[in-house]
């Protein structure tokens, strides 16, 4: 976190879907090469053959109904930002119960289950996220009209908790030993400003070892997700001494400088955006002064700004950085009396960017799992949780939960399950399957 205390939607193009002997490239910039090598085609579907596996996709579709209720149990849980603690209670007991070796909460609120391998040499992780955007106090209670259920919450991601859920179940049931250790999660601080905290700390010195990552999140059967789209957010505040709005006059007014910074900022990203990778910016919230006839003593807005390329994330943060300053100093030059202004610049989102080229082998098994299942894989940009393990040259995907969602982060939030809705939960068991290795 940096703080400086100072006086003074992604487009790419999908070409022709086909199998090749070789290895698939990325070919231009925004566009990328969904060939899938025969080598996974033929891997998924002979995985998909053996005995034990066939149980276990067959019994994703027995399971339906138990899945649609564990859907509904945990989004009635509320797991509002940086309080997810009643959620992952009750997710630890849900994962324990559904037959992992152990399961822990660790230390900044993560759900943890581990399921042995035959070895352990590797471990692979299948994660969704607990948290949702609504604050504590929600009504996060299920409303059924027809076959769709309405919640705050009920798409994003309470449906990934479940479709992780159901396939612990579906291993278990069809007694499916794998080769690596598969580490089943719920993470906390996905959304907005819990910067993704989760899957930092699983990351960091203290996590367990991750040496592939599955994140399953939002919607189609078809979703691949194998860029991450980096970001950086900041508050930034203005402060001066306030006072009232005449016998205070000629005081620096920090509303004034907020104007200017967010004037000088919008005109220079304006330019800066349309060339060059895509690249976003926005002044999503304001606030300060007391009343109308007072000068404000501080004056604040949160900055988002994104791209898929560092240097762009980081070109369009000077920008925002020299408009602070220029604003900063334009009021100090105008004051009459009284001492000069202050900001405070608080960095308070730090998203990487980064990705895995569509030849690595887990992005390849993901196209091939959704080819088998009759879907043309769609590779894409997304600021998700694989944006750590992206960033650090790790494999990783975020693929859809499936079913048909609307209204995200709405408090008319609805989901209903659909002709994807299985196949989804399919896919993500093939490419778990694919990835750690069946022994039986």
Known sequence: MLVMLLPIAFTFCIPQMSYAQGPSVKTEETAQDVTINKRYANEIKALAKRPAVKTALQSVIDLETETRQDHITLTEIPAPPFKEEARARKYAQ??????????????????????????????????????????????????????????????????????????????????????????????????????????????????????????????????????????????????????????????????????????????????????????????????????????????????????????RVEGIDKLLQAAIQRALQEENQMKRKGPNLEVEVKLIGDRPAGKNDSSTALVQRAMAASKYLHTEPKLGVGSTNSNIPFSKGIPAVTIGAGGKAGGAHSLNEWWLQDEEARPAIQKALLLLLAEAGVSK
């Open 94 to 311: 849900m994962l324990e119960t559904a037959g992992l070796d152990s399961v822990w909460i660790d230390e900044v609120g993560n759900v943890i289950g581990r399921r042995k391998g035959k070895t352990g040499k590797r471990t692979v992780a299948l994660e969704a996220h607990l948290d949702t955007v609504f604050p504590e106090g929600t009504d996060v209670g299920v409303k059924h009209k027809g076959d769709t259920l309405y919640a705050p919450g009920v798409g994003d991601d309470t449906r990934g908790l479940a479709v992780v859920l159901t396939i612990v179940k579906a291993m278990e049931k069809a007694g499916i030993a794998t080769d690596a250790d598969i580490l089943f999660i719920g993470t906390v601080g996905e959304e907005g400003l819990g910067d993704l905290r989760g899957v930092k700390q699983l990351f960091s010195e203290k996590g367990p070892k991750i040496d592939s990552y599955i994140a399953v999140e939002g919607g189609g059967v078809n979703r691949v997700t194998n860029r991450g789209l980096g970001s950086h957010r900041y508050r930034i505040t203005f402060k001066g001494p306030g006072g009232h709005s005449s016998g205070a006059f000629g005081l620096v007014n920090p509303h004034n400088a907020l104007g200017r910074a967010i004037h000088y900022f919008v005109i220079n990203a304006d330019k800066f955006t349309k060339e060059g990778i895509r690249t976003t910016y926005n002044v999503g919230v304001t606030g300060g002064g007391t009343s109308v006839n007072s000068i404000p003593f501080e004056s604040w807005m949160e900055v988002d700004m994104r791209s898929e390329s560092p240097e």
